[in-house]
């Protein structure tokens, strides 16, 4: 079984500070792992991924994360906070020997506020 | 590329009708399609995986006879929630990923519709 967490329901940056949304996975084996924005009543938009090599990951809007293995965890970074980041992050994994077949576990949520 | 539609964006309906929510992937073929539900402020909660030409893979807990998936062709998968009720108000969103075979493939979200029941 795979399982996501996102310890923080809600986090506080004020605009130009540095903002970091955590995430922990658990899987049996290897993990797919995924960040994306939902702004309100939208779908998702992806973010990032981590699937092998480089364990900083950069994607989309100045976003990165880095996948530590030996914590299990997979947080969301940005070195400046914009107000527009402002939105519901969710931390996604995967379990490359999952059998069943690109079956996302998501993380429950974590709304970032960036005041200005 | 990788865009996927959903249709409609909201819709209102009166208890006991049934509505259909529509999953395109309108650039490539989508082999698997998967529909989620999500409540306010929670997270997503996966209801079903779909292959094209075969029956969805329900998750537990999920009727399947009240939440109707179909997946007749590689670029549509709908769902049908029959006999709706208050409490299957909700966002559903569903995704698309190009491949079923073992490896990766990137999963990519539509918009989500917006069902209440009154």
């Known amino acids: 079984a795979q399982s996501v967490a996102q310890p923080e329901d809600q986090v506080n940056v004020a605009e130009g500070n540095p903002l970091t949304v955590k995430c922990t996975y658990s899987?049996?084996?290897?993990?797919?792992l995924f960040w994306y924005v939902q702004y309100p009543n939208r779908g998702l938009q992806f973010l990032l991924k981590y699937i092998t090599g480089d364990n900083l990951v950069k994607g989309s809007y100045g976003f990165e994360a880095e996948f530590n293995k030996s914590q299990t965890s997979f947080h969301l970074k940005k070195p400046s906070a914009l107000v527009s980041d402002s939105a519901l992050y969710f931390c996604a994994v995967r379990d490359v020997e999952d059998n069943a077949g690109n079956m996302l576990t998501f993380g429950g949520g974590t709304r970032l506020m960036v005041k200005p | 590329g990788a865009v996927v539609s959903q249709h409609p964006s909201r819709v209102i309906c009166k208890s006991g009708t049934s509505v259909k929510i529509e999953c395109r992937s309108l650039?490539?073929?989508?082999?698997?399609m998967f529909w989620y539900r999500q409540f306010p402020k929670q997270s997503l909660m996966l209801m079903a995986t779909?292959?094209?030409?075969?029956?969805?893979?329900?998750e537990q807990g999920v009727e399947k006879d009240k939440f109707l998936i179909n997946h007749a062709s590689l670029t549509l998968s709908t769902l049908t929630v029959t006999s709706a009720h208050p409490e299957d108000s909700s966002f559903y969103i569903c995704s698309a990923s190009r491949s079923r075979v073992r490896s990766y493939n990137e999963q990519f979200f539509g918009p989500g519709t917006r069902l209440t029941v009154l």
């Open positions: 779909s292959n094209e030409g075969s029956k969805a893979t329900y």
């Open positions: 899987v049996s084996g290897n993990p797919y």
């Open positions: 650039d490539f073929q989508a082999t698997t």
